[in-house]
């Protein structure tokens, strides 16, 4: 198992220490105000991931301004084409996204488009997709380029959108899902030639998670896509259980638990103030971490645990701390896809409550959605990704093509 295939479902399952009251706080020194307010990544020097100062006129979704990048040897025939674009964030104000086509050659006219949301384990802009696609980074290159390069040799457009968004809120579903949703509006009215195309998303783990909450989102987001199908894998429907099973001792991934800590708190600034319940130690540490990447965020937490780093019980009962972890978790929200559904996951999978995707693949169900659910063979959650790629492949094909979708509802 490789240390970069660490996602963000294994993180969400300790930071709900600080709301559920699972554990025992040690009491620590106290900070001030100004040392407990949030802390966001270093902004991109870049100046084209900028917000424009007129992106409050512009609409979800639309065009901020493209570039054409230089072509990437892991995808090989393939044009590569940065594309910002507005997008909205959980209380609905403007921001700028990002997503990164790939056009092959051999596309045809009208070809599909696959919107694919890769695992982000991040706090600083660097970690974007779009960055990380120009580096020898072996997470894209080992796990993800053969699926993509499939992809591609079909024919199919592949967008990759930088779905945590401008501030890197790690752990914050529901606006990985807006975002999907908006970089498609975005792919299409690009230039492209993908106007017209047949659409379909997919995702495993962190990128499931993103994806699954757009076709949820979709009928009330954005009721003018018309999407072919979500295949959504290995997705923690339910936040809230997973934090309820929360092992508080040190944790070789701990970094991961508190950089989604410190995402939601970027999201929810007023609603999740988890450097409040810092000590100087766990500030410290997120001070560490705040513009790291996975390699980074793992070394800087390795074997500690909430425990070294917790000085104040307050978020333990404040009901607008729980609230974000419940409004981020799919099974509590009573949005369904307007679209057909494959959904794959390992039956023992160890990190994420599978009662809860099948409590929600069964409401689906009952409101009418073609549901594929599949139990892939393996006993975890890391490989259930891979051995799931086939048949995925092969039901993306049949939506591209207009085919009924399959259901074992």
């Known amino acids: 198992m490789q240390i970069p295939t660490i996602d963000r479902n294994l993180v969400v399952l300790t930071i709900g220490a600080l709301l559920l009251g699972s554990l025992t706080v040690l009491s620590g020194p106290g900070v001030s105000p100004a040392a407990a307010a949030p802390v966001y990544p270093a902004p991109d020097p870049d100046p084209f991931y900028a917000a424009p100062a007129d992106i409050s006129d512009k609409s979800p979704g639309e065009i901020l301004d493209t570039r054409v990048m230089p072509p990437l040897p892991i995808f090989p025939g393939t044009t590569v084409t940065l594309v910002k674009f507005r997008s909205n964030n959980s209380r609905g104000l403007p921001i700028a996204a990002t997503t990164t086509v790939l056009t092959p050659q051999w596309r045809g006219p009208d070809g599909p488009l696959l919107s694919y949301q890769h695992i982000i384990n991040g706090l600083g802009t660097h970690c974007a997709v779009s960055r990380v696609l120009y580096t020898p980074d072996p997470t894209l290159q080992i796990r993800e380029a053969p699926a993509l390069n499939a992809a591609l040799a079909r024919g199919w457009s592949v967008a990759l959108p930088d779905h945590l968004g401008p501030t890197f809120a790690y752990g914050a579903a529901r606006l990985g899902g807006q975002i999907t949703l908006d970089g498609i509006r975005a792919a299409r009215a690009a230039g492209l030639g993908l106007q017209n195309s047949r659409v379909a998303m997919a995702g495993y783990s962190g990128g499931g998670m993103a994806t699954a909450w757009a076709a949820a989102l979709a009928p009330r987001y954005a009721p003018d896509l018309d999407i072919a199908g979500a295949a959504t894998g290995g997705v923690p429907m339910n936040l809230v259980r997973m934090l309820e099973a929360v092992n508080t001792g040190p944790h070789p991934a701990f970094g991961l638990v508190m950089a989604a800590g410190i995402g939601l708190e970027r999201e929810y600034p007023d609603r999740f103030p988890i450097s409040e319940s810092m000590n100087v130690r766990g500030l410290n540490a997120r001070n560490t971490v705040a513009n790291g990447c996975t390699n980074e965020i793992l070394a800087a937490g390795a074997g500690r645990s909430i425990v070294e780093y917790a000085s104040s019980m ?80 092969m039901w993306l094909e049949g939506r591209f093509r207009g085919d009924p979708a399959p259901s074992n509802c």
């Open 314 to 393: 307050s978020m333990v009962t404040d009901p607008e701390a729980r609230a974000v972890v419940e409004e981020n978790s799919l099974e509590l929200f009573d949005g369904i896809p307007n679209m057909p559904i494959i959904e794959w996951h390992s039956a023992s999978d160890p990190l994420i409550p599978v009662d809860s995707i099948e409590r929600t693949n069964r409401r689906y169900c009952a409101a009418g959605v073609p549901v594929q659910a599949q139990n892939t063979l393996s006993p975890e959650h890391l490989s259930a990704a891979v051995l799931g790629v086939p048949q995925v492949l």
